[in-house]
Structures are given as structure tokens and as C-alpha cells.
């Protein structure tokens, strides 16, 4: 059965930076293209960012891009997210996710997102 | 970006009725060279993460109950409950991966009358 567990959440003042991690059991990581999703408080979902299996090839929701950073460790079997230049509009709910999408040329094409981690709380407040 | 709006943003249903939520994205995500719509359904029980209940807009993921099912192609869609069950309580979010980024529906929450 595969499973993702998110962990490095927490509370951050705004500007500050923290590193999310997503460990992956139950499949082969490598083989996988990874997304972040993001749900603000009584929002809807917000796709964040994906990676390739090897790691090459990377996108990014606009509101992200140029602060955050997706990485991923196939060794370990572990997705992480680097969160730089954190604002209020980044507290959320963010949800590590195996994409079935796949990466081609220099970009990722994301399709539906399953299964996804229980989920890890970022707040970003003063 | 493509806009993903759903309809209504909550309703109520009795046990073994029938429930409908409907999403309508701001272009086609019909894929003319393959002819697949490009969207999903997923249900979000309380404090739990999405499922996956549909993909293609109409083929339900391996164990979905058969009373869940999908409809629709171009813009407007369609999650059919047909007789709504108590574990069925959740909120419902239609995406579209026809074009980056995918994007995802307000959700629709779904509660026993």
C-alpha cells in the first residue's frame, strides 16, 4: 500500500523560511512524479509545485515561484518543499501527493493526485 | 488559468436520495486529438485528505461505490451520488489537468437533511 507522511510544519513569522518533508513508503519513489497541494483555511485546494521522478524537472504555482523550492531525495524516498519569504497567504494545510502525471521535454503535465498525505499545518503569522 | 467553479457550494439530502453537484471550467478541457476530458472528482471527508473518486470525468478509481458517478464534457460537469449514504458526508472538489497549473473547484460539502 503506498503511503506519504508530510512532517516540518509549524508556525513561522512572516518572511522566514521552513523545510516541508513527505516520506513515501509502499512504491517505488523513483518511478514517481510528486506534487505539493495547498489548502488555506476554509479555502478550496491549490496545486503548489511538481517534480519529476529524477528530480530534473521541476514547476511551480505562480504564487510560489521564486520563494518556494521542490526537491526530492530518491534514496530516502522523500519529497521535500522549501518555503523562503513566507507571507500570511501561505497558511495552509499543505498535502504531499503521488501526481499520476508525467514529465516530457523540459515540463511536468500534472493529472489527478492520489493518495495524498494526511497533510502538515504551516502558519505564518506575527 | 483555468477557472473550476462548482455549484451549489452546499446542499443537504436524505438518505437514499440522490445527490448532484455540478462544475463548470472557464475553457474546454476536452482534449480533441484524444477525446478525454481532462478532469477529476475527489471527495474530502472531515479531517481527512482528497480521495480520488473519478478521473477522466467519467471512470471511477478501482473500489469507488457505483453510485458514484461522473458526467458531463467541454466545460460543464456533473458527481452524481445516486443514493447518498451516511459515510458519503464529505466535501467534493472537481479538478482540471487539461492545462498548467491544474486547478481545482471552491468544493461543494455535501450533509444528511
Known amino acids: 500500500e503506498v503511503q506519504v507522511l508530510e512532517s516540518g510544519g509549524g508556525l513561522m513569522y512572516p518572511g522566514g523560511s521552513l523545510r516541508l518533508s513527505c516520506a513515501a513508503s509502499?512504491?517505488?519513489?523513483?518511478?514517481?512524479?510528486m506534487s505539493w497541494v495547498r489548502q488555506a483555511p476554509g479555502k478550496g485546494l491549490e496545486w503548489v509545485s511538481v517534480?519529476?521522478?529524477?528530480?530534473?524537472?521541476?514547476n511551480y504555482a505562480d504564487s510560489v515561484k521564486g520563494r518556494f523550492t521542490i526537491s526530492r531525495d530518491n534514496s530516502k524516498s522523500t519529497l521535500f518543499l522549501q518555503m523562503n519569504s513566507l507571507t500570511a497567504e501561505d497558511t495552509a494545510v499543505y498535502y504531499c501527493?503521488?501526481?499520476?502525471?508525467?514529465?516530457?521535454?523540459?515540463?511536468?503535465?500534472?493529472?489527478?493526485?492520489?493518495?495524498w498525505g494526511q497533510g502538515i499545518l504551516v502558519t505564518v503569522s506575527s | 488559468d483555468i477557472v473550476m467553479t462548482q455549484s451549489p457550494d452546499s446542499l443537504a439530502v436524505s438518505l437514499g436520495e440522490r445527490a448532484t453537484i455540478n462544475c463548470k471550467s472557464s475553457q474546454s478541457v476536452l482534449y480533441s486529438s484524444n477525446n478525454k476530458n481532462y478532469l477529476a472528482w475527489y471527495q474530502q471527508k472531515p479531517g481527512q485528505p482528497p480521495k480520488v473518486l473519478i478521473n477522466?470525468?467519467?471512470t471511477r478509481e478501482s473500489g469507488v461505490p457505483d453510485r458514484f458517478s461522473g458526467s458531463g464534457s467541454g466545460t460543464d460537469f456533473t458527481l452524481t451520488i445516486s443514493s447518498l449514504q451516511a459515510e458519503d458526508v464529505a466535501i467534493y472538489h472537481c479538478?482540471?489537468?487539461?492545462?498548467?497549473?491544474?486547478?481545482f473547484g471552491q468544493g461543494t460539502k455535501v450533509e444528511i437533511k
Open positions: 517534480i519529476s521522478g529524477s528530480g530534473s524537472l521541476t
Open positions: 479538478q482540471q489537468y487539461y492545462a498548467t497549473p491544474p486547478t
Open positions: 501527493a503521488s501526481d499520476s502525471g508525467y514529465c516530457s521535454g523540459n515540463s511536468c503535465y500534472s493529472r489527478w493526485f492520489d493518495p
Open positions: 509502499g512504491i517505488t519513489f523513483k518511478n514517481y512524479v
Open positions: 477522466w470525468a467519467s
